[in-house]
């Protein structure tokens, strides 16, 4: 069980074109999902973390108006890349938690994002 | 601030044993965990640890200190496909994850 998939795996666009990411959680209600960012020999940045049905809590130097979080459900979550451009190339992870009683997030592959 | 220690980067030989460290400075602590990430891949959950003690779970095991802020992940006959890095993480007052920016092992043959 605890199984979280992602959509596309990877996806290489032009720059000035929005990107869609989805993230599922395919056997378990995840009460929140958790979207991640990660460059080249780094450790993992959270960028934001969304509660189904509320607006997403983003960190701090992380632009809302360029990273559109939608949580519309419990087993989905959506983040859209506006604008995107080269330097926002990078690994995108999402999480849910909501399955484990100590909040255990679990991770989907991940989406490579690769911005012409 | 809040901070977590790790060494960025291990070597260990094929069928040995090796210990990876984690310190932390939290506001408040709920948790501890340790994530497996390979190359390209998302992290895979190793462990997790509230208490303080030893959690054994096949080669891998686990070691918390509460009082010094301590955590280790001890790795036993290592395996080629345990290079990975590995990632410590520590649940705030908050219930906020916070990332330790991972250690990556290298096993030789």
């Known amino acids: 069980g605890a199984v979280v998939s992602q959509h596309p795996s990877r996806v290489i666009c032009k720059s000035g074109t929005s990107v869609k990411i989805e993230c599922r959680s395919l056997?378990?209600?995840?009460?929140?999902m958790f979207w991640y960012r990660q460059f080249p020999k780094q450790s993992l940045m959270l960028m934001a973390t969304?509660?189904?049905?509320?607006?997403?809590?983003?960190e701090q130097g992380v632009e809302k108006d360029k990273f559109l979080i939608n949580h519309a459900s419990l087993t989905l979550s959506t983040l859209t890349v506006t604008s995107a451009h080269p330097e926002d190339s990078s690994f995108y992870i999402c999480?849910?938690?909501?399955?484990?009683?100590?909040?255990?997030?679990?991770f989907g592959p991940g989406t490579r994002l690769t911005v012409l | 601030g809040q901070n977590i220690d790790q060494p960025t980067e291990m070597t260990a030989t094929e069928g040995a044993i090796v210990q990876i460290n984690c310190t932390y400075q939290?506001?408040?602590?709920?948790?501890l965990f340790w994530y497996q990430q390979h190359a390209g891949e998302a992290p895979t959950f190793l462990s997790y640890?509230?208490l303080d003690g030893l959690e054994e779970k096949g080669r891998f095991s686990s070691f918390l200190s509460r009082s010094k802020g301590y955590s280790y992940l001890l790795l036993k006959e290592l395996q080629m496909k345990d290079s990975a890095s590995y990632l410590c993480?520590?649940?705030?007052?908050?219930?906020?994850?916070?990332w330790g920016a991972g250690t990556k092992l290298i096993i030789k043959p």
């Open positions: 640890n509230v």
């Open positions: 969304s509660n189904e049905g509320s607006k997403a809590t983003y």
């Open positions: 993480a520590v649940v705030d007052s908050n219930y906020q994850l916070i």
């Open positions: 939290t506001s408040g602590f709920n948790g």
């Open positions: 056997d378990f209600q995840a009460t929140t």
């Open positions: 999480s849910a938690s909501g399955q484990s009683s100590y909040n255990e997030q679990f």
